[in-house]
């Protein structure tokens, strides 16, 4: 039985009692018996005075010796840990050996030292080194590691530098302090692609990507992105790598995308893996943002740590604008901050509105892996954007050089991270860092005025209530602006309107005629503009804005009008909207990819969050409807020029992953998927047949399918790609995510009833299960099977793996926003989840929260 859970609070924080001066680590590695001795310095921590007994987490530990400064000793054991009285320790510095016995074969959650196809590997944030070996696994604990491995495995690593191997033994010496969670090992028979790097102050680093014998020919791309990384890195940040080697490895079973382990990173193979064959446009877009995510982790987040896991958002947060940054400069800024905003809108703004809404510093958690959350991490992101806008981009640089001369070597908070900023721009943050305390998406109303040649933008900001915020106090709100002539020229260039009151003014002096606004530029803050404006307003945005998101956007925002109409009042699709998306399909001075971007429809379960916005229950079958009627007039609308698109896009010669090629390939694809829908998919048939990309297969593919036609190319695609299992991934996703409302859950089943769904593979999990689950329609469909069938796979990965079993779960945490049937249907799920027998902190903690969502009115 599960003992009653504990929840940790942000406010109970103390340093641990002990230091941990250096560790010795030596694995006898065994399949079933692998023995993991530890030799701990300790020594009484100054910062907690007084004598403290000495606690150590540790979990599924078989514990076979124990002794401190050579004396054998008996302590106390517990589900958690272990315990030594004060009374046995010294007051001086001691020396704790530990002998423990793991099962790695046996762990299937894939979390402290685990088996993925003949290889050990370790994950070990946030808390899985305890399931390594007993030590202080809290990430204020900083030391400096030694690890021998002893095992007849050919390539043994772990983190820091080589320092010595023989036959059947590696040596490892990591010099630089971190914490247990940034630990890393791994054993295998595997390959290197490998490269060389000098910094920019001459230090040679070597690289390393380590895969499966067969994949060395498939990691050119991450290579060549984590020499980008490194390179952007210290012309943009002025930080350097500090080891004399740099490791990948590709693991095949991974519950996360990546981890920033120092100096030996691990990930997810579809995340490495890549040609032009079996990777699609999106997926080396992914690869070369992760690499660039985890390599930055050097900085912000290994060299400068967080005190707790309450502080998550200082690394994650800060990585991840990092890695916008990085992408933007490597890519179309324009493209990539707009799919930046629609995964935000997606994901972020649709946990702020439901059960699981929290602060991007969360004050209390039960089960920290369940707050690796979308707040956390792209929340987190934005809240940094904001801060940069407000102080600049000198005050920003300044800051963050303060930041890593003030900080190196620390475990620092959200206290640490904002006073470099005040210290270095003398701004007062003390309003600002309500964004970090404060959960739920602000709204922002507009009003405007224009009189005597004045005109007058009034903003009102409110947020709503989230679990245990029922009152909100007004934040600051970067806002940017630009202004407009009725003719389309741009009268008042961006500028910022810095936002701190819960209603606020702002003039505009001296112009000839009523402009027509642009706000929030750039997306400038993550909040939800409320502004009804009449569709030709849209339109005319849609031609003219000089800023590209905000040209987007008024397109997006007309779309989702067009759509609401359909849905609640049974309106035809709007020619007004299909003429303006016609007119930036075909205008050839603008970038494909962006175009692509424009004719791509808001998701429905982005339209089922907008119309709840609204104070009105989305009807998913409804809005599923609307989105095919909404693209089968804009296929009529955009009519031969469709055509025309296809041929003039055709793949050229040479295949290039770059964005200029890629953003061809998506707006060719779009055209192909539209066609689809009046030619019978002729020409996507013809497509497929001749791909030379997966990009082109794999979209060709999903044209047919959403055309109702495909079931050949399907077969054919299983025939070529069944030994591929990141390929196959695609193929189980894309039919599920496809398949029509009444058909997603059963068709899930007869795919999870294959031999090769491989159910305890994450990513086959995921491509599957979650796939339903993200097939909107299908999920909420009416009979109740896909939150059942949903359901009854959450209840059986579980047992096996909670962490991927809880992150699946949050499917889930929109269920407020239905009617009544639905509403009952899944809150049953929830409560049937909850009274599973065994069920794991993990999933009980995520069903709870969401079914505290109570009962709606
Ligand atoms: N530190 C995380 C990996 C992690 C997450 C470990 C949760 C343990 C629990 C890593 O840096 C990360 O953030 N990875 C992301 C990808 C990234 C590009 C946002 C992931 O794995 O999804
Ligand atoms: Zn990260």
């Known amino acids: 039985m599960l003992d009653a859970q504990k929840t940790i609070h942000l406010a109970d924080y103390q340093p641990f009692t002990h230091l941990v001066e250096r560790v010795d680590l030596t694995f006898r590695l065994a399949p079933g018996a692998t023995r993991v001795l530890a030799r701990l310095h300790l020594a009484p921590n100054p910062a907690r005075p007084g004598r403290h007994p000495l606690r150590l987490d540790g979990e599924g530990l078989r514990l076979v010796a124990c002794a401190v400064d050579g004396q054998a000793v008996a302590p106390a054991l517990d ?61 204020d604990v900083m030391s400096r590691f030694k690890v021998r491995i002893e095992s007849d495995l050919p390539v043994l690593l772990s ?155 200082l690394k994650e947060g800060l990585t991840v604008f990092r890695d916008h940054q990085f992408s933007g400069d490597m890519r179309s800024a324009a493209v990539r901050r707009i799919e930046e905003v629609v995964a935000l809108r997606a994901r972020q703004f649709r946990e702020d509105a439901g059960p699981l809404a929290h602060p991007v510093r969360p004050e209390s958690f039960v089960e920290i892996n369940n707050f690796y959350t979308a707040t956390v991490y792209e929340k987190g992101s934005e809240v940094i954007a904001m801060l940069k806008t407000l102080v600049g981009d000198q005050g920003y640089k300044r800051a963050l050089d303060l930041y890593f001369d003030r900080h190196d070597g620390d475990a620092a908070t959200i206290e640490d991270w904002l006073k470099v900023f005040e210290d270095a721009t003398g701004r007062d943050l003390s309003q600002f860092k309500l964004w970090y305390s404060q959960a739920g998406t602000p709204r922002l109303q507009v009003a405007e005025d224009w009189q005597d040649g004045v005109y007058t933008l009034t903003f009102t900001q409110a947020t709503p209530p989230t679990p245990g915020q029922p009152e909100k106090a007004p934040r600051v709100i970067p806002i940017n602006v630009g202004l407009l002539n009725p003719n389309g020229d741009e009268v008042v260039p961006t500028i910022m309107l810095e936002m701190t009151q819960e209603r606020q003014s702002f003039r505009f002096e001296g112009l000839a005629a009523r402009p027509v606004p642009s706000i929030l530029r750039g997306f400038s803050a993550p909040v ?93 079958a409804r809005i599923h409807a609307a989105r095919r009627a909404l693209a089968g007039a804009l296929a009529i609308r955009l009519g031969e020029g469709l055509v025309q698109l296809c041929r003039d896009l055709d793949e050229g010669a040479e295949f290039s992953p770059s964005a200029e090629q890629a953003g061809r390939r998506a707006l060719r694809l779009a055209a192909l998927a539209l066609l689809a829908r009046r030619d019978g998919g002729k020409l996507a048939a013809e497509a497929f047949a001749g791909a030379r990309s997966m990009t082109e297969e794999i979209g060709a593919l999903a044209a047919l399918l959403d055309a109702g036609q495909g079931a050949a190319e399907l077969q054919a695609f299983a025939d070529r790609w069944g030994g591929d299992a990141n390929v ?130």
């Open 528 to 620: 939800v503009l409320e502004r009804d404006a009449p569709p030709e307003e849209r339109a005319f945005l849609l031609a003219h804005d000089t800023d590209p998101f905000n040209k987007w956007e008024a397109g997006r925002a007309l779309a989702k009008d067009v759509m609401a109409a359909m849905v609640l009042q049974d309106a035809p699709p709007s020619p007004a909207w299909l003429d303006a998306v016609a007119a930036v399909a075909f205008d050839e001075g603008l970038d494909p990819a962006f175009r692509a971007l424009c004719l791509r429809l808001p998701a429905e379960d982005d339209m089922a969050q907008t119309i709840h916005a609204m104070g009105r229950i989305p009807d998913p």
């Open 159 to 313: 983190n820091g530098n080589p320092v010595g191997s023989g036959p059947g033994w590696a040596e490892w010496d990591d010099p630089w302090p971190k914490p247990a969670y940034l630990f890393a090992l791994v054993a295998g028979d595997l390959r290197a692609h490998s490269a060389k790097f000098a910094t920019a102050s001459g230090r040679p680093v070597d690289l390393h990507i380590w895969v499966r014998p067969g994949d060395e020919d498939r990691c050119a791309y991450a290579m060549d992105s984590l020499i980008r990384s490194m390179r952007w890195d210290e012309e943009v940040y002025g930080r350097e790598y500090d080891l004399d080697v740099f490791n990948i490895v590709a693991v095949d079973d991974f519950n996360m995308g990546a981890m920033e382990n120092k100096g030996l990173n691990i990930f997810n193979s579809r995340y490495v893996l890549a040609s032009p064959e079996t990777a699609t446009d999106d997926d080396y877009a992914r690869i070369e943002a992760i690499i660039a995510h985890e390599y930055f982790h050097n900085w912000t987040g290994n060299r400068i740590t967080c005190r707790d896991w309450f502080q998550l958002c």
């Open 79 to 139: 589900d958690g840990g272990l315990a030594i009285a004060a009374e046995d320790l010294p007051e001086a510095p001691f020396l704790l050996e530990t002998e423990v016995e793991i099962a790695p074969e046996a762990n299937t959650a894939l979390e402290g030292l685990y088996m993925s196809k003949g290889m050990y590997c370790t994950q070990c944030e946030a808390e899985g080194f305890r399931k390594i070996t007993y030590y202080p696994d809290r990430p």
């Open 728 to 857: 196959m991934d695609k193929w189980f996703a894309l039919q599920v995510g496809l398949a029509a409302p009444g058909e997603a859950a059963d068709l899930t089943e007869r795919l999870a009833a294959r031999a090769d769904f491989d159910w305890k593979n994450p990513n086959r999990f995921r491509s599957v299960v979650g796939a339903l689950a993200a097939n909107h329609a299908g999920f909420h469909h009416l009979s109740g099977r896909g939150y059942r069938v949903v359901a009854d796979w959450l209840l059986r990965l579980d047992p096996l793996n909670p962490q991927t079993a809880a992150r699946v779960s949050t499917a889930f945490e929109t269920w407020p926003r239905y009617d009544a049937a639905r509403r009952r249907l899944a809150q049953a799920e929830l409560e049937r989840i909850l009274a599973a027998p065994g069920l794991s902190g993990d999933l009980r903690e995520m069903a709870e929260r969401m079914l505290a969502a109570g009962q709606p009115a």
